[in-house]
Nanobody, 121 residues
Framework: QVQLVESGGGLVQPGGSLRLSCAASGNIFSISAMGWYRQTPGNQREVVALIDSNGRVDYTDSVKGRFTISRGNDKNTVNLQMNNLKPEDTAVYYC???????????????WGQGTQVTVSS
């Protein structure tokens, strides 16, 4: 069993900051990459930020310069620091991990349950 548990969502005013965290636990052999996605009603889930096992990061254009993704020291956690938040950042944010549970297994995607981020005055 693999679990991804997110925390840190909530309500914030425009221009404010939030920090999301996600911890992966259970049968984990290796994690190739972790990331954050978001989804609004009626729309497809979109990638926000990704970080691979070498620390390389990538961001969707709309959050560059405002959001920072990082891995925890134990490499099984991923954080998303969100600054200068805008109303259009409002969404359910999902943690993702591309991981293998045992040696020789092809990595597959695992998802957290989602955490609501609302940016409103």
């Amino acid at each position: 069993q693999v679990q991804l548990v997110e925390s840190g969502g909530g309500l914030v005013q425009p221009g404010g900051s939030l920090r999301l965290s996600c911890a992966a636990s259970g049968n984990i052999f290796s994690i190739s990459a972790m990331g954050w996605y978001r989804q609004t009603p009626g729309n497809q889930r979109e990638v926000v930020a990704l970080i691979d096992s070498n620390g390389r990061v990538d961001y969707t254009d709309s959050v560059k310069g405002r959001f920072t993704i990082s891995r925890g020291n134990d490499k099984n956690t991923v954080n998303l620091q969100m600054n200068n938040l805008k109303p259009e950042d409002t969404a359910v944010y999902y943690c993702n991990a591309l991981l293998a549970r045992q040696y020789g297994e092809w990595p597959r995607d695992y998802w957290g349950q989602g955490t609501q981020v609302t940016v409103s005055s």
